[in-house]
């Protein structure tokens, strides 16, 4: 096979890669709700972190600090099952 023919297949192939499959889909509504859900989880991380800070900012001893890390942690894991399953759901359709 000539080089040239072999250059068009891996040009053409190339090509196909670079371009979506679904280049709307991308930026259908689909897209624009998981942005606005990733967008909500990073509010919310945000807000855990500064709250979080102020707790352990008033804590007098170890016990308050446990208590602010434990707060923390709950809310963490609440924050990170609300955006699963709003992705979920999302998946779903």
């Keep these: 096979m000539p080089i040239a023919v072999l250059f068009l297949i891996l040009a053409a192939g190339l090509a196909f890669l670079a371009y979506p499959a679904?280049?709307?889909?991308e930026t259908g509504p689909r897209a624009r709700e998981l942005k606005r859900i990733e967008s909500q989880s990073h509010r919310d991380r945000i807000k855990i972190l500064e709250q979080a800070?102020?707790?352990?900012?008033?804590a007098e001893n170890r016990q308050d600090y446990r208590a602010c890390e434990e707060?923390?942690?709950?809310?963490?894991?609440?924050?990170?099952?609300?955006?699963?399953?709003?992705?979920q759901a999302l998946r779903r359709g």
């Design 53 to 58: 800070d102020r707790c352990i900012a008033k």
């Design 22 to 25: 679904d280049a709307d889909a």
């Design 71 to 87: 707060a923390e942690a709950q809310a963490r894991k609440d924050s990170n099952l609300k955006a699963r399953d709003a992705k």
